[in-house]
């Protein structure tokens, strides 16, 4: 077969190409022509589109129900929106701003724009609270340019809402306590503290209570053997037997007297038995000094054969003297006694101690009412006064107990800056204990039906807080599917629960969860589709 006489002959050693090689040659080339196939698609797709981004019901799949009945505005089908064809549904009268409630649209002065068939009467005790809560404390505000409130949400269909997540609760009435915190600890009501010591120093001769015996006013604690009580007893037994001496003296002066007798001796008569009667008194008031229940009258009143018996178990009540002997009890004894019902809670003496006045032997304290010492911080004394009711739970307690402000501090604590405040508390339970810790509420306001709304209900879009409302005809068939912005004013706020001072009525229908999607609709006008 003859040659091309064009074919350059292969030089001798070099391979010509092979199948391998032009495999290789091709694969490289692959990537350009994909890059230039995607570039001439979107190419095509922006001359189709006219370069537009698709809204997010697109994006998420949720297909409009018709490609020239959908507004991506408001995500609901144009020929329903009431928001773009406001002859559908269309806006009450607007009132404006309400100075005296600080909203917009307020229900406690225009009833009719609550969502009720008809428009509720309004209660005067829900003008009162709001009055009152405005009065107290200043709350927050919300400015009167804001427009938020004539925004409608609205959604094509109940299940759309549902499956959105949108859950209700009802506006309810419950009990707000308004309070301002501060820490505090109880304390004994230091008016009913006793710290007892003896009224003369001796040797302690025997005790008859210990730490947690209840005692009641005049129970003897123990009885101390002092030598000053001895001789003050001794001296007002010979103080008696002189007068008894210088009142006969007397009596038989005077009996003789005019028959001869010089009028002196019945004058120098009269003044010697005054003098007895003094020394009698002075001994007397010694003892009393130190606490016997003795008197001049009945000194002198008691029968002779009987009166150092008598002496003898001065201030020492029968139920124990009973016990005690004549021949082998001392005439020294005084006793320590409680000056008030009350309970002993401290004890420092023993049997055959050597004390003195300063040495405190017992206290004796009436827990039936405490001290609350709290701390409240500088910025809230002016909420402070005498009376006002304050709730305190102890540490490791699981109920509140409750008194009332007694005492308010002149000055500022230099470290702490805190007001001292104090309270008193009743204990006739004696569950309170001296240096128990807590927390108090000092209360500012009290409201048993103060109107409420669960704390997922309120939001707050910069300029103002606002809640949705349910439309009133939302459950009928055929009606619009719709909640209302409605501006509020927020009060107290619990765990639970806000307090609304204005802008919403109590049985209106709020949404408690699910209020995140309605809230981006009310931002979706600013952003546009997509």
Known sequence: MPRDSNAQPAQAGEPGP?????????????PTALV???????????????WSMPGFSELSGEQPPGKD???????????????CNAELMPKPALHGWCEKHGVQECPLEHP???????PPKIEPRDLERAERALTLRRRQENNPACKLHLRRIQFATKEDADKAGVDIGLVDRRKIVEAIPASGEITYDQTRVARLSTRAAGTVWRVYRNIGDEVRKGDVLALIEASEVGRHKSELLAAVTDFDLKKIQRDQTRTVAGRGVPERLLQEAEASLSAATIRVQREVQALVNLGFPISAKSVLGAKRDTLARDLLFLGIPSNISRYLEVEHTTSNLIPVRAPADGVVVARDVVSGEVVDTKKVLFSVVDTSRMWLMLNVAMENARFLKTGRKVLFRPDGSDRDVDGAISWISTKVDPHTRTVKVRVELPNPDGALRDE????????????PGAIVVPNDAVHTEGCCQVVFVRDKDYLKDGSY??????????????????????GVLPWEVVVTKGGDVLRAELLKGNLGPG
Do not use: M, N
């Open 69 to 83: 009945d959908w507004c991506a505005e408001h995500s609901v089908p144009e020929s329903i929106c009431i928001a």
């Open 18 to 30: 092979t199948a391998t090689t032009v495999v290789r040659r091709i694969v490289r080339l692959v």
């Open 436 to 447: 128990t810790f807590g927390e108090g509420k000092i209360v500012l306001r009290e409201e």
């Open 112 to 118: 009719e724009v609550a969502q009720f068939d008809k």
């Open 36 to 50: 230039l196939t995607a570039l001439a698609g979107l190419g095509y797709w922006g001359h189709t589109t006219g």
């Open 481 to 502: 599917k719709v909640f209302h912005t409605r501006v509020v004013r927020p009060g107290v706020r619990t765990p639970t629960h806000t307090e609304i001072i204005a």
